[in-house]
C-alpha cells in the first residue's frame, strides 16, 4: 500500500506565495513519475506540473514561470513552490505518483493520488 500526503496548503493573498509538499510512504520499489494537479470549484481536474524521477520537468503553458515543481528522490518527496498567487489558482491540489511496488515478488505498477490541499488566494 502506498500512501501521499499532500500539506502546505492555506489562504493567501493575491501575489502572495505558498510552497505545497508531498510525501509518499509504504511499500515502494520505485517512483517514476510525480505531478501536481488542481480542481477548482466546478470545473475538471487540470494538470499543473509533472516532474519525472531523473529531474525533467514539464508545466501548463498558463502556469510557466510562476510555478516550480522539484523533487527529492531520496526522500519520496515532491514540491511545488508557487508564485504570484492569483485569485484563478485557487483550487484543490493534488499530488500524484507512479509507483511500483513489489507484492509476493511480483512487480506492480499502479497511479496513486492524495487526498488534496486547498489552496485559496483572496484578499
Known amino acids: 500500500q502506498v500512501q501521499l500526503v499532500e500539506s502546505g496548503g492555506g489562504l493567501v493573498q493575491p501575489g502572495g506565495s505558498l510552497r505545497l509538499s508531498c510525501a509518499a510512504s509504504g511499500s515502494i520499489f520505485s517512483l517514476n513519475a510525480m505531478g501536481w494537479y488542481r480542481q477548482a470549484s466546478g470545473k475538471e481536474r487540470e494538470l499543473v506540473a509533472v516532474v519525472t524521477s531523473g529531474g525533467l520537468t514539464n508545466y501548463a503553458d498558463s502556469l510557466k514561470g510562476r510555478f516550480t515543481i522539484s523533487r527529492v528522490n531520496a526522500e519520496n518527496t515532491m514540491y511545488l513552490q508557487m508564485n504570484s498567487l492569483k485569485p484563478e489558482d485557487t483550487a484543490l491540489y493534488y499530488c500524484?505518483?507512479?509507483?511500483?511496488?513489489?507484492?509476493?515478488?511480483?512487480?506492480?505498477?499502479?497511479?496513486?493520488w492524495g487526498q488534496g490541499t486547498q489552496v485559496t488566494v483572496s484578499s
Open positions: 500524484n505518483a507512479d509507483v511500483k511496488t513489489i507484492v509476493r515478488g511480483t512487480l506492480f505498477r499502479n497511479d496513486y
